[in-house]
């Protein structure tokens, strides 16, 4: 038998527990324990809530987690309720399946007014993560700068675009919708310091911003390369910058009140406003021969009360644990940290990739580990060791089957039409099992 303890259960955590499993069959106990009641990590809380088409690859986790061997340890902060090298006493391995759900900072002048957020706190607010229910962002204002330009910044456009009815069959929580709703929100300016070439944006993700019944997508013809340099694009890429060249050929219906523009080759320099944010000013650039966005000199100044910087994230570190500060992820090679310590997915290769990537990371993970271990016997205690400890430190754990619980109350409460109305606090969803919050 083989004790795997992963932490987080995200789409890395549980590809690494069916990996696990298809490997080693009945012979491994696999413990996915994560902070939060709830499983799914990225899945519930970064996918977008009109995305319920990729929502639904947690049917595969679930089978996953439902299996005898697989176990959904709910409602456990390693580093608190538990330390690191606890778990790597009573586990042969411990696989850190963490994720990176920290805002890379943007790093200039004014990026701590009010009114500026990181996407993850943004994201986090509308996909009712209980970190951030209580973000309120500013959207009393009639401008809004999106920072970044791959498909983190084209949800957020999207979803402070989208009216009521287009968020039909969505679960966004409650109150972000209201407060979406309500808001004054009307030009949109998504930053993106290279050009349309250097776009990290999907086909799919970017057209759905040609088909929004009240905003409408602007692309300034200039910025677009002569056509015959998309050739030399690869495919997906081509796509995207077609869609780009169609927004800036057609451009916005008359009627529509919201306005998306592109404002391609602007780096923000600096955000600026009287104790909160009232505009950023944007330098324009051009590329080097590295491809790399250099200053010209040249600035404008873009109004806005918000600012949501969607330029990727990190890795939070764990005390302990060697971490890699210029990627802001763990210190691995190839997923391997430490005796019987392992990384996976974004807490391994950095936050890149969509969900199905996590799938071989966690295939090359579970064959690490089985390269590591072979087929000795497992001299650790695993599950009863975890049990016995969280017991004493009287942690209430949620199971899998607790979740069930959970999940079947959010579908009770929801709107017509939405599949889930999710709690937003974590005491919520533990009243629903009967049990105080720990802390
Ligand atoms: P991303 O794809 O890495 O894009 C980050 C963007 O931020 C890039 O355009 C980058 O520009 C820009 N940037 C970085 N630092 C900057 C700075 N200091 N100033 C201005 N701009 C800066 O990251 P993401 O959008 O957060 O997405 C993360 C991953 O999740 C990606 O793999 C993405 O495809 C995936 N995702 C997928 C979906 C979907 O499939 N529906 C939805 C959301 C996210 P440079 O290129 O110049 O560095």
Redesign the pocket.
Same mark, same amino acid.
């Given at each position: 038998m083989r004790h795997v303890a992963v932490i987080g259960s995200g789409p890395a955590g549980y590809y690494s527990a069916e990996a696990l499993q298809k490997i080693y069959g009945a012979d491994v106990h696999v413990d996915v324990i994560d902070r939060m009641p709830v499983p799914y990590g990225l899945i519930r809380f @970064? /996918? &977008?809530p009109d995305?319920q088409s #990729?929502k639904a690859v947690y049917k595969r986790y679930e089978k996953v987690a439902l299996s005898d061997n697989v176990r959904f340890v709910g409602n456990v902060t390693v580093g608190k309720d538990v330390a690191i090298d606890e778990l790597q006493q009573l586990y042969d391995a411990v696989i850190l399946a963490t994720g990176a759900p920290n805002d %890379?900072p /943007? @790093? #200039?002048p004014g990026d701590d007014l009010p009114g500026v957020v990181g996407?993850a706190a943004f994201v986090g607010w509308y996909n009712g993560h209980p970190d951030f229910v209580g973000l309120a962002p500013r959207l009393d204002t009639p401008g809004a700068v999106v #920072? +970044?330009? +791959?498909?983190? &910044? =084209?949800?957020v456009a999207r979803i402070l675009s989208k009216t009521a009815h287009e968020f039909e069959g969505s679960d966004i929580v409650a109150g972000a919708l209201d407060a979406l709703q309500a808001s004054a929100i009307r030009d949109i300016h998504v =930053? @993106?310091? %290279?050009g349309p070439h250097?776009? &990290?944006?999907?086909p *799919?993700?970017l057209g759905e911003l040609g088909h929004l019944e009240r905003a409408a997508p602007r692309v300034d013809p200039a910025d677009l390369p002569p056509v015959e340099d998309d050739a030399a694009l690869d495919p997906g890429l081509r796509k995207s910058v077609t869609i780009l060249r169609d927004f800036a050929a057609n451009p916005p219906v008359g009627d529509k009140p919201k306005t998306i523009d592109f404002d391609f080759f602007a *780096?923000?320099v600096r955000i600026e406003g009287d104790g909160k944010v009232e505009r950023v000013i944007v330098e324009r650039t051009k590329l080097d021969e590295s491809g %790399? &966005?250099v200053g010209t000199g040249e600035t404008y100044a873009v109004e806005c009360g918000l600012v949501v910087?969607? #330029? +990727?994230?990190r890795t939070p570190p764990i005390d302990g644990v060697p971490y890699d500060e210029d990627h802001g992820r763990f210190a691995n090679d190839e997923g391997r940290i430490g005796d019987g310590l392992y990384c996976v997915g974004w807490a391994r290769r950095g936050?890149?990739?969509?969900?199905g990537t996590n799938r071989p990371d966690g295939f090359a993970i579970a064959d690490l580990i089985h390269a590591d271990f072979g087929t000795a016997l497992s001299r650790k205690s695993g599950r009863p060791g975890l049990d016995r400890l969280l017991d004493e430190r009287q942690v209430d754990i949620v199971t899998f089957r607790d979740w069930q619980k959970i999940e079947a109350a959010e579908a009770e409460r929801a709107r017509d039409g939405s599949p889930r109305e999710k709690f937003t606090y974590v005491e919520e969803m533990l009243r629903q099992l009967g049990i105080g919050r720990t802390t």
């Open positions: @970064g /996918v &977008a995305h #990729i %890379r /943007v @790093g #200039i996407s #920072i +970044g330009n +791959g498909n983190v &910044a =084209l949800d =930053l @993106g310091r %290279r250097q776009i &990290a944006m999907t *799919k993700e *780096k923000p %790399r &966005a910087s969607c #330029i +990727g994230y936050p890149t990739g969509t969900i």
